[in-house]
């Protein structure tokens, strides 16, 4: 659970406005700091507006969307999207090779299959579109708009696309180093991403037995975000916490935005951290049972309890904490030593709980 607490550096007079906007499934919210409450409730409408356009590119359940189309290709289609996709999926690809396959959007397909395969621990009931988490600014000047409410993230692991020639998809990659890597990926991610003449296009793979049922749950709230925060720079706002679905929130400002982690749990008192110009997303189960199916050992069982991730973007956020709820901890450490940038907090199932790179301004429960 994520939990936002009073901003202890605000000065008593400054105003702190709060706005909320049913989008993806769930509520955004928007709180600005230092403006005007008429001034923000317009800037929040075009936060709000960006969020309902990307959402008609990213929602699987629109038969209309970019994504909806994409998972109806027959091998040898292609299909041109917008860039908003075409990014989407990139990021998903970095992940998926970063983590080495435990982050999969495409993690339905795989499932399906083990299923018919009669392979690993999967479940045959429906898998929920994501982990419970939630934030609400503890702001001294903001009254709660509504109860608590929780909000879902696809838990997503692995992603694997095909480099065309001439084609970098990681920035600084070579197709020769990568080629050989990526091939292995056909079976549980068969598209290939291109780009010409400025546009994008999705090209669906004939791979034999690899299905095609693509859910951006994990990436698509925290890009969202991102990208529609980036309209606050044209309003020359920049203090403001944003949340989607109260399970990932972003902060930007000169002073930092109180957020409290890690509640939920009997066993773990909740803590604190300190958002500045930094994102953090949370992935658990523990109110909907185990609900996270693992990509890589085709089963339905997470490795730990909750995983809090703080990065830089809120996308990347998104993602990492769904892939570490699979991953070891020793593959958490790896990664996290490798990338600074990533702070992480986890709850294993043994109750007890593993910082990396110490959270930033972390303070643990009293």
């Known amino acids: 659970m994520i939990r936002a607490r009073k901003r202890q550096t605000r000065m008593p007079a400054e105003k702190v406005f709060s706005f909320s906007h049913?989008?993806?499934?769930?509520?955004?919210?928007?709180?600005?700091?230092?403006?005007?409450?008429?001034?923000?409730?317009?800037?929040?409408?075009?936060?709000?507006?960006?969020?309902?356009?990307?959402?008609?590119?990213?929602?699987?359940?629109?038969?209309?969307?970019?994504?909806?189309?994409?998972?109806?290709?027959?091998?040898?289609?292609?299909?041109?999207?917008?860039?908003?996709t075409h990014e989407s999926l990139k990021l998903s690809f970095q992940l998926m090779v970063e983590t080495g396959g435990a982050f999969n959007i495409n993690f339905r397909a795989i499932k399906n299959w083990s299923e018919?395969?009669?392979?690993?621990?999967?479940?045959?009931?429906?898998?929920?579109?994501?982990?419970?988490?939630?934030?609400?600014?503890?702001?001294?000047?903001?009254?709660?708009?509504?109860?608590?409410?929780?909000?879902?993230?696809?838990?997503?692991?692995?992603?694997?696309?095909?480099?065309?020639?001439?084609?970098?998809?990681?920035?600084?990659?070579?197709?020769?180093?990568?080629?050989?890597?990526?091939?292995?990926?056909?079976?549980?991610?068969?598209?290939?991403?291109?780009?010409?003449?400025?546009?994008?296009?999705?090209?669906?793979?004939?791979?034999?037995?690899?299905?095609?049922?693509?859910?951006?749950?994990?990436?698509?709230?925290?890009?969202?975000l991102e990208k529609a925060a980036s309209l606050f720079s044209d309003w020359e706002i920049g203090d403001f916490l944003v949340n989607a679905g109260r399970s990932t929130v972003y902060a930007r400002g000169a002073k930092p935005w109180p957020v409290a982690v890690g509640g939920g749990f009997d066993f773990f008192k909740p803590g604190k951290i300190h958002l500045l110009n930094r994102a953090l997303s949370g992935s658990g189960h523990e109110v909907k049972g185990e609900h996270i199916f693992d990509p890589r050992h085709r089963q339905d069982r997470s490795r730990h309890l909750a995983v809090w991730v703080s990065h830089p973007s809120p996308a990347v956020a998104d993602g990492l904490s769904t892939a570490f709820m699979v991953m070891s901890l020793n593959e958490i450490r790896r990664y996290c030593t490798d990338r600074p940038e990533v702070w992480t907090l986890v709850l294993s199932r043994d109750k007890k709980s593993h910082l990396f790179n110490q959270m930033g301004f972390y303070e643990p429960g009293g």
């Open 116 to 224: 018919a395969a009669g392979g690993g621990r999967a479940s045959g009931r429906k898998k929920s579109d994501g982990i419970q988490s939630e934030i609400k600014p503890l702001l001294p000047e903001v009254k709660k708009l509504r109860k608590e409410t929780t909000a879902t993230l696809s838990q997503t692991p692995s992603l694997a696309l095909r480099q065309k020639p001439g084609v970098s998809l990681i920035p600084g990659s070579a197709r020769t180093d990568k080629s050989s890597k990526l091939e292995a990926y056909l079976e549980f991610f068969p598209l290939e991403l291109m780009e010409q003449g400025g546009g994008y296009l999705v090209l669906r793979l004939d791979v034999p037995g690899a299905g095609l049922d693509l859910d951006l749950g994990a990436i698509g709230k925290g890009l969202a």
């Open 22 to 84: 049913q989008a993806m499934g769930t509520f955004f919210e928007v709180f600005i700091a230092g403006q005007p409450e008429n001034y923000g409730r317009e800037a929040a409408r075009a936060f709000f507006r960006e969020v309902d356009r990307l959402e008609d590119f990213f929602s699987r359940f629109d038969d209309r969307s970019e994504i909806s189309r994409i998972n109806r290709l027959k091998p040898g289609e292609i299909l041109p999207v917008g860039l908003e």
